[in-house]
Nanobody, 122 residues
Framework: QVQLVESGGGLVQAGGSLRLSCGATGRTFSSYTMGWFRQAPGKEREFVAL???????DYSDSVKGRFTASRDNTKNTVYLQMNSLKPEDTALYYC????????????????WGQGTQVTVSS
């Protein structure tokens, strides 16, 4: 069992930066692929970024070059550094854990946090 808790969201102006953190309980954290997803009001939840257990990275086209995922297995924590934020990045951001070696599909993530709100003003 893995429990995930996100933090670091907030209100920021367009062009600004935020760093989201996701702390995990459980001794097997390092064995999971960790993903970041987001859901804007009235829209479906979508993939943002992932980092595999070996540090492999992938991003959605909408955030590539602006967002960076990282993880610290000694702290059971995954991060999402978000730079050059845009109003369209406004959403509730979730971290999630998958037992798959690689996956950007929500249905393959088995543990989810409660989300942290990111609001980008224009």
């Amino acid at each position: 069992q893995v429990q995930l808790v996100e933090s670091g969201g907030g209100l920021v102006q367009a062009g600004g930066s935020l760093r989201l953190s996701c702390g995990a309980t459980g001794r097997t954290f390092s064995s999971y692929t960790m993903g970041w997803f987001r859901q804007a009001p009235g829209k479906e939840r979508e993939f943002v970024a992932l980092i595999t257990r070996r540090g492999g990275l992938d991003y959605s086209d909408s955030v590539k070059g602006r967002f960076t995922a990282s993880r610290d297995n000694t702290k059971n924590t995954v991060y999402l550094q978000m730079n050059s934020l845009k109003p369209e990045d406004t959403a509730l951001y979730y971290c999630a854990a998958s037992a798959k070696t690689y996956s950007a599909r929500m249905e393959e993530y088995i543990y989810w946090g409660q989300g942290t709100q990111v609001t980008v003003s224009s």
